[in-house]
């Protein structure tokens, strides 16, 4: 999912991204980090929107390289 | 040594039933946090880390592992609190039962700085990124936007309109129950409801946030239908979601969990 966000050109903190699971690390009660979520605004608010957006230029870059191939194969 | 245990942190109002916690297959502390005079005053004494507070107060020794929070009703302005406080990024699980109420805007809407916190929350569970769970009635509060309002909300500012599940959701039978209200100015007349499935009326899903809203069977008042959000919701999503996630992953497993320091 990780993936997904480099490839929508988003940049996830480090501190927001977990696709397994959220762990604290062992010394944690005894560390003063802290980690906002509103971090996690760095998607802002046309989340959606950019998702489509990555949605389709992957959807193009699919129909790009099918396209290619079949030129490559038919020619 | 400090005992190294999974966390679900709840208020005394909407507290974790003990018939649930079994279902916790791996070591679970479940704190409940006394609820406050106001709940402007939640986390009192307890910022910056909200998380190093409780644990540190409530189950001393421990060190948590992944934690999750749990709200019903009026506690859920405590969740929404501990999401907003510097300790939101390492929130793994919140579930909200018929608790999320927000403003009206000048188009009486909810209002959306009230609502910030849950869409970044709920951004990250729609990549699947954390476990985000709401429940709601359909009972319709005075003045304010009601918990159907703000769930909706949540779903369409995520650019969704249509009701799905994707991943489909997990078999959500819930066994036959009824609710008693007793007589009061508030309440009405005495009166026990019925509830022999929950009366469904929106079941969604999109990667880790879930939304199940109910309608109301206690009509005009609702005051059951609240209360049944409370005696069969919270355990469903307490252990349809939340125990199924935790068991599902070994936060020990090499590459099953991310560390949030």
Redesign the interface.
Known sequence: ?SG??QWLGAE??????????????????S???????????I?GPN???D??RGIAVRMLALAGVAGLVWYLVTR | MAERADVIIAWSHGGIPKSVQPEFQRPTRFITVPSPEKWSQTLAGLLPSPIRGIVAKYAPGVEPLRVAVLGFSASCSGVVQMLASSDGGRIDSALAIDGIHAGYDAQKKPNAASMKTWVEFAKLAFLNERLFVITHSSVVPPNYASTTETANYIWNALGESSDFADPPLPDLSVAPTSVHVAAGPATGPDRTVQYPAPPWKTQRRRGGLVILGCNNNDVPRGTADHIYQAKAMLSLALTRFLAARWNNMDPNAPGASCYVG
């Open positions: 999912m997904r966000l996830l903190p480090e501190s927001a991204k977990c696709a397994k699971g959220v762990v604290l690390p062992a010394d944690y009660m560390t003063t980090s802290s980690s906002p979520l509103a971090s996690v605004d998607l989340f959606k929107k998702l489509d």
